[in-house]
């Protein structure tokens, strides 16, 4: 029975609300009470935190944590992508006809998950994707995979339907349907790339550091504009933030890349560690 009545019930939430409803409960200075009982329970390294975890005063703080310096090595080498964010790769593969996999028997369409923009999607038809989803467990913040200039975002409002298994499974359509703050880079020689930072239910908001832009917005309307000064970030830099678990989604339109050993379905990753190689450079 409640495996019948699960997959209905995710649609009839007020999810959007529910979130911004659990963003205020964790940025309350009460919710620092729990974040010991929070450390326990999900069994987070506290010993590479960037400051001792007295000095945080909100669950959203503790959460939105940063690491120390050498937590997370970023591997070298102009021809090494890295992964930009801790977490488990949920899916990755070649971008067939325009075609990403969500699931087993599930799949949505690049330009579906970039807003409607075809012309923008067609640049990564034959390319590579990889789908990476951050377990409550896992360090928050989202780094560069490559050296590159930021050109543009979209802010794409949505649902926020889990992440999870639950909603993978059941949610046709789930990444194109969701919340989305789409970054996108422009690299020397290994082509361009998006980053694809997916909202869902009880992330209070996505944030990064090169504007303003945020996610669940009452009454948010789709937005893609420049980055201002097209700003050169170098592998490895903070990009952004999730307050509360979410899934990132990096498009390579490169076809030249081959996935680091033991880069797979269901295997973890952490920031900074290998996660591709481009086999030949474009020209």
């Not at 919710?31 to 450390?39: D, E, F, G, H, T």
């Amino acid at each position: 029975m409640r495996k019948k009545l699960l997959p209905g019930l995710i649609h009839r939430l007020p999810q959007n609300a529910m979130s911004r409803t659990m963003g205020k409960i964790t940025a309350s200075r009460f919710s620092r009470l729990a974040i010991q009982r929070y450390i326990r329970h999900y069994k987070i390294d506290a010993s590479i935190i960037e400051k001792p975890v007295t000095e945080y005063r909100t669950l959203k703080e503790f959460f939105t944590r940063r690491l120390k310096a050498g937590a997370r090595p970023i591997a070298p080498g102009h021809d090494v992508i890295v992964s930009p964010v801790d977490g488990t790769v949920s899916q990755l593969g070649d971008i067939c006809e325009g075609t990403l996999i969500q699931a087993k028997g599930k799949e949505f369409s690049v330009t579906e998950l970039l807003g409607g923009s075809e012309e923008e999607a067609k640049r990564y038809y034959g390319g590579k994707f990889i789908t990476i989803y951050l377990s409550p467990r896992d360090y928050h913040r989202i780094h560069m995979p490559v050296a590159g200039n930021l050109v543009r975002y979209s802010y794409l409002p949505g649902r926020l339907y889990p992440v999870n298994r639950l909603g993978i499974e059941n949610v046709d359509r789930l990444f194109a349907r969701n919340e989305r703050l789409v970054t996108y880079i422009k690299t020397k020689g290994l082509g361009d790339m998006a980053l694809v930072k997916v909202g869902a239910l009880f992330v209070g908001s996505v944030k990064v550091v090169y504007n303003t832009a945020t996610t669940n917005i009452k009454h948010g309307r789709q937005t893609t504009e420049p980055i201002e000064g097209t700003p050169h970030y170098e592998k490895g830099d903070e990009l952004g933030w999730f307050e509360f678990g979410s899934t990132v989604i990096l498009l390579l339109e490169s076809s030249q890349i081959k996935w680091a050993e033991g880069v797979e379905k269901g295997k973890s990753l952490l920031m900074g560690q290998v996660l591709a190689k481009v086999e030949k450079e474009q020209a």
